[in-house]
């Protein structure tokens, strides 16, 4: 039976990829739609494949000594296989239907993922990973109903079968208990099974899973955000004056070819003028990784008529560009929502000897004002972790990370004001989508990651009531930093 160890390339190698296990990861809420004959395809293909490559050997490698489930390599087929499709759909279009261009193209990822890796290497990660969803529930709520469980009502509702065969596997590796309440069956974490989740969060901590979890829920959330510019603009009313003064430093010429990483709506290339300023003789291409914002980016560059800027999909830390293609790469309020190291290496990659980087960020601050610990107290309740996702950079990370290939170095800070006198638009924007707390908020279940999002709104609301709008607005540190190439 494969340990964690014996997965960990396998696993890294997801992370890396362009392939999604967990449904509620890939921007789905409460089911999965799919285009005509798609779900029958896609079954057909999970059957099909499972019974031409699956053989008993794999029983072993997998299952060990414990008994064979001849459901989980369809499962994991399947389950990987629409997710995957899905957050095809989603980013090639923002769809919320599953079509038979994105599940041809899951299924093609998959298939090559797996015979790259091995079928029961892949499998038994899937069967990790979704056992993770199923301690970190167990872990939550501390004992749950045996059916609840099974159908995954609290924590898996997307799926289509019962987790029977995995509560059967976790007892008999003693992780669970089954206990009867009030006449009715109740299951709950043993010792060792507290033990074995902490053991299964740490690995998926170190390998890099739970950064890259953490960032599919914030890019699915940052989708969510139809209103994106006006929360933005109420949220950070100094957010106009930060874009202009990060483009008067960085000096963009015209016919320069420009990277903006992480252009969310489009409003630092469009609104604050460096599109005007480079001009139809050069090309801004901004990239971003939710289909809902690019989608607004992209109706606001059709309207106003500058063919010179294209809006597409994408990451800082995995850029579609060949080497010394820009000039100026620029990123405004996003490179602390990356992995920095990656984004930063990435982005000299892409950018031409001599060409600048540029970006104003947000850093890590301490918020310890009686309006904030009153109101995210449900928050700071949950169990603390010393897990790495996504905490905001110190004062001299980025630069830090700036000293190989780059010379010239500027770095200052600026202080500038969060407003929090709009409940609903700061449990959406800071709590939900840059995720402040991500290393607490892993402790969640998907359904008290939902409650939680409107119980704290409504706290919201009641803060409102005690507290002063001057109170309610807050100074913190954005930093610039602005390099250039010398390699």
């Not at 706290?459 to 109170?471: A, D, F, H, P, V």
């Amino acid at each position: 039976m494969y340990s964690l160890q014996d997965l960990r390339d396998v696993i890294v190698a997801l992370c890396d990829s362009p392939i999604v296990i967990s449904p509620w990861l890939a921007y789905i809420r409460y089911g999965v739609d799919f285009e005509s004959d798609v779900y029958e395809t896609m079954r057909d293909e999970a059957h099909e494949f499972s019974l031409l490559h699956w053989n008993e050997s794999y029983d072993i490698n997998v299952f060990g000594t414990l008994p064979v489930s001849p459901r989980l390599p369809e499962n994991a087929f399947y389950e990987t296989a629409i997710s995957t499709a899905y957050y095809y759909s989603y980013n090639q279009g923002k769809s919320t239907i599953i079509h038979q261009d994105a599940a041809k193209q899951a299924i093609w990822s998959l298939t090559t993922f797996i015979e790259q890796h091995g079928f029961d290497k892949f499998v038994s990660t899937y069967a990790y990973v979704t056992a993770y969803e199923n301690y970190v529930a167990l872990n939550y709520y501390g004992e749950m109903r045996e059916l609840d469980f099974v159908f995954g009502k609290l924590h898996r509702p997307w799926i289509t079968y019962t987790l029977r065969d995995e509560l059967m596997f976790m007892h008999v590796l003693g992780v669970v208990e089954v206990f009867i309440k009030n006449n009715t069956r109740y299951i709950r974490l043993t010792d060792l099974g507290k033990q074995r989740f902490f053991e299964i969060q740490h690995f998926l901590d170190e390998v890099g899973f739970l950064s890259l979890r953490s960032n599919l829920l914030r890019i699915s959330s940052f989708s969510e955000l139809n209103d994106y510019d006006n929360i933005f603009d109420v949220i950070f009313p100094m957010g106009k004056k930060i874009r202009k003064q990060l483009l008067d430093l960085a000096i963009p010429e015209p016919g320069m070819k420009v990277l903006e990483f992480g252009c969310g709506s489009g409003s630092f290339t469009l609104e604050s003028g460096l599109a005007d300023t480079v001009g139809p003789k050069g090309l801004v291409l901004g990239i971003d990784p939710a289909p809902g914002l690019l989608a607004q980016a992209n109706y606001k560059v059709k309207t106003a008529h500058k063919p010179w800027v294209q809006f597409v999909h994408g990451i800082a830390e995995h850029l579609p560009y060949a080497d010394n293609t820009f000039d100026l790469v620029i990123g405004f309020a996003s490179l602390h929502l990356t992995n920095w190291n990656k984004a930063i290496r990435e982005l000299r990659r892409v950018l031409k000897k001599g060409g600048l980087f540029a970006s104003a960020h947000s850093i890590h601050h301490q918020v310890d004002l009686p309006f904030f610990t009153e109101w995210f107290e449900p928050i700071f309740k949950l169990p603390g972790t010393t897990l790495n996702s996504s905490s905001m950079p110190l004062e001299k990370e980025i630069p830090n990370a700036l000293q190989v290939g780059f010379s010239d170095l500027q770095s200052f800070i600026q202080m500038a004001p969060t407003v929090y006198a709009h409940p609903e638009y700061v449990v959406r924007f800071l709590i939900q989508s840059v995720d402040l707390y991500a290393n607490r908020m892993l402790q969640l279940p998907w359904g008290e990651r939902q409650k939680l999002f409107d119980h704290l709104i409504d706290r919201g609301q009641e803060i409102l009531e005690k507290y002063s709008n001057e109170e309610l607005t807050v100074d913190y540190p954005v930093q610039f930093v602005l390099a250039r190439k010398v390699e």
